[in-house]
């Protein structure tokens, strides 16, 4: 179709015009350019660009040595607090061993001194325990042997409760002192002799009278009782008492203390012929009970009845 044809022959030739424009157009570019090489001041400033960029260049190098020598830097820093910390934390473990290596020998040296303590305690118990036993024995052996006359050294002994104080009167002249073991003056009482003190064997109303203690003192009973009462009572014990008592030994006095007073009433003072028969009497008679009362023992060095007792 020509119309067509035509149409492709006329774009063909536009085509190639627009070529040859262009080629034209580049050929002058560069015939200008070529000139414009050529002039000096386009010399210099091929000269300042090339400058500039190795001015650019130079700058970078700088900054690229500077980072790598600051990082360098940054990284032997690192390295250097690295090692301050690992020779500090190696330092603190030798510290937290050395105290746990004391303490660890604290506590064995600790535990040796408790275990030596506890041997030596032992070891002391054992030997008072054996002392004791060897008492007893002896004890026993002068309670029974009749041919040998001396007592155990120990039991030839006075007991103070104030040595540095001066003798408390009244227990001296009665073995009593109504402030018992608060009393501030001394009391002397002997480990052994021949009288034996029961303190309130004998109990008996009339005895009670002036009592404060209302549990102790029936407030009726003693109406009742006469001194002749009183006197029965007291013979009824008696026989009943030393009956008991003579098992022992010999009894040479027998004294009941019939004072209302409290700290004085129905003591009873048993003397023996021997201290022998008074160790049989106190070794048995200790802690034993008697009308439901426990028994309270103890030896006595009286001088002289009188004063001291007011009732056989
Ligand atoms: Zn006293």
Not at 136 to 142: A, I, K
Request: charged share 35%; net charge positive; glycine share 2%.
């Amino acid at each position: 179709n020509r119309r067509t044809w035509r149409k492709l022959v006329k774009k063909q030739q536009r085509h190639r015009r627009r070529q040859k424009q262009a080629r034209e157009r580049e050929k002058q570019e560069a015939i200008e350019q070529s000139a414009r090489e050529s002039e000096p001041e386009y010399q210099t400033w091929l000269k300042q660009q090339a400058e500039l960029e190795e001015f650019k260049r130079l700058t970078i190098e700088h900054k690229q040595q500077a980072d790598e020598e600051a990082w360098l830097r940054r990284e032997a820093l690192a390295q250097r607090q690295f090692q301050i910390d690992a020779a500090k934390h190696r330092k603190e473990q030798a510290e937290m061993e050395r105290l746990r290596a004391q303490q660890a020998d604290e506590l064995a040296a600790m535990l040796e001194e408790q275990r030596m303590r506890r041997e030596e305690k032992k070891r002391l118990a054992d030997k008072a325990a054996a002392e004791f036993e060897a008492l007893l024995q002896r004890m026993h052996d002068y309670m029974e042997d009749t041919t040998r006359c001396t007592p155990p050294s120990e039991l030839q002994r006075v007991l103070e409760t104030h040595p540095e104080e001066r003798l408390c009167e009244f227990y001296t002249r009665t073995n009593c002192c109504r402030y018992g073991h608060s009393c501030t003056f001394n009391h002397r009482r002997p480990m052994l002799a021949k009288i034996l003190l029961i303190r309130h064997f004998f109990t008996h109303p009339l005895l009670q009278i002036g009592d404060t203690h209302k549990e102790y003192a029936n407030a009726d009973a003693h109406l009742e009782q006469t001194p002749q009462d009183l006197r029965a009572d007291y013979d009824a014990f008696f026989n009943d008492v030393v009956d008991e008592l003579q098992k022992f030994g010999k009894i040479i006095n027998f004294r009941v203390v019939c004072n209302t007073l409290p700290h004085l009433r129905g003591h009873v003072f048993v003397e023996y012929a021997q201290e022998r028969y008074a160790l049989r009497a106190f070794v048995n008679l200790q802690g034993r009970y008697y009308a439901s009362r426990r028994l309270n023992v103890e030896f006595s060095n009286l001088k002289a009845w009188r004063g001291a007792v007011c009732g056989t």
